[in-house]
T-cell receptor, first 111, second 111 residues
């Protein structure tokens, strides 16, 4: 398996634009997590899914953020409209059982 | 709410030294604890996973221990090498099934 795949690896966008981050989990994994990493706040959980169903989205900062998992092999995290304070590295992770595996992350810069 | 801390925040050692990284968590009702390594600009690589029923896990020069009752875990690195330089993160998985991360320890091993 190629591991957790995220795209794009880097995204630079202007304030106010819509941004969509994508994640393909490891096949057979039933949990999918979206994290955000910044220097100030470290790794923060945004939302996670179990069997494609959102379980906890309490970490989503505000209504500008939304996440979907239409099937077991794909998830998106959308920010609309984007703001400079959304600049961070966004990680997707998946797990089955107990161990988590992370993607390489998407570095988002909002100017 | 689970909180995870790591000490020290940064560590610089000469090559060949044995070293210990510390992780503490506030809620002992955990499923497991996982240690990760993160290289600059990269994703997270899983190093060791300790189930709540286990006391320690070993992989090569790495040994991780878990004392659930006291809310502590240590990562022991033997005979450190410059290639070990990275940020080391611990993450605790609780009953909510999500992972809570510590802020990390930034390790530099000097040749």
């Amino acid at each position: 398996d190629a591991g957790v795949i995220q795209s794009p690896r880097h995204e630079v966008t202007e304030m106010g634009q819509e941004v969509t981050l994508r994640c393909k989990p490891i096949s057979g994994h039933d949990y999918l997590f979206w994290y955000r990493q910044t220097m100030m706040r470290g790794l923060e959980l945004l939302i996670y899914f179990n069997n494609n169903v959102p379980i906890d989205d309490s970490g989503m900062p505000e209504d500008r953020f939304s996440a979907k998992m239409p099937n077991a092999s794909f998830s998106t995290l959308k920010i609309q409209p984007s703001e400079p304070r959304d600049s961070a590295v966004y990680f997707c992770a998946s797990s089955v059982g107990t161990e988590a595996f992370f993607g390489q992350g998407t570095r988002l810069t909002v100017v | 709410k689970q909180e995870v801390t790591q000490i020290p925040a940064a560590l610089s050692v000469p090559e060949g030294e044995n070293l210990v990284l510390n992780c503490s968590f506030t809620d002992s009702a955990i499923y497991n604890l996982q240690w990760f390594r993160q290289d600059p600009g990269k994703g997270l690589t899983s190093l060791l996973l300790i189930q709540s029923s286990q006391r320690e896990q070993t992989s090569g020069r790495l040994n991780a221990s878990l004392d659930k009752s006291s809310g502590r875990s240590t990562l022991y690195i033997a005979a450190s090498q410059p290639g070990d330089s990275a940020t080391y993160l611990c993450a605790v998985r609780s009953h909510g099934q999500n992972f809570v991360f510590g802020p990390g320890t930034r390790l530099s091993v000097l040749p």
